[in-house]
């Protein structure tokens, strides 16, 4: 089992940034992807971006060059820097973990609001 714990949301003006982080304890080593997922009250949960154990990562279109995954695997962290933010960047953000590959999620936290105010 693992259990994953995001902390950093909070409320910002459009085109500031913050920095979510999410720890995993448990059994962290079986982890191959930690990634992270968005939602809107009404609408379905979003994916965000995802980082391998090996250091490769992938972010979705809407958020590419203004998110950075980054994940220390010797502290059981997954971390999202997000820069320039917008209002449609709000939502309740989820860390999720994946033992096998990033389509299938195992594990979900419970969320940290972001609120982003034009």
């Known amino acids: 089992q693992v259990q994953l714990m995001e902390s950093g949301g909070g409320s910002v003006q459009t085109g500031g940034s913050l920095r979510l982080s999410c720890a995993a304890s448990?059994?962290?080593?079986?982890?191959?992807?930690m990634s992270w997922f968005r939602q809107v009250v009404g609408k379905e949960r979003e994916w965000v971006a995802s980082?391998?154990?090996?250091?490769?990562?992938d972010y979705a279109d809407s958020v590419k060059g203004r998110f950075a995954i980054s994940r220390d695997s010797a502290k059981n962290t997954v971390s999202l820097q997000m820069n320039s933010l917008k209002p449609e960047d709000a939502g309740m953000y989820y860390c999720?973990?994946?033992?096998?590959?990033?389509?299938?999620?195992?594990?979900w936290g419970q969320g940290t609001q972001v609120s982003v105010s034009s």
């Open positions: 448990g059994s962290p080593n079986r982890i191959y992807c």
């Open positions: 980082s391998k154990i090996h250091g490769k990562t």
């Open positions: 999720a973990a994946a033992v096998r590959t990033c389509g299938v999620t195992d594990y």
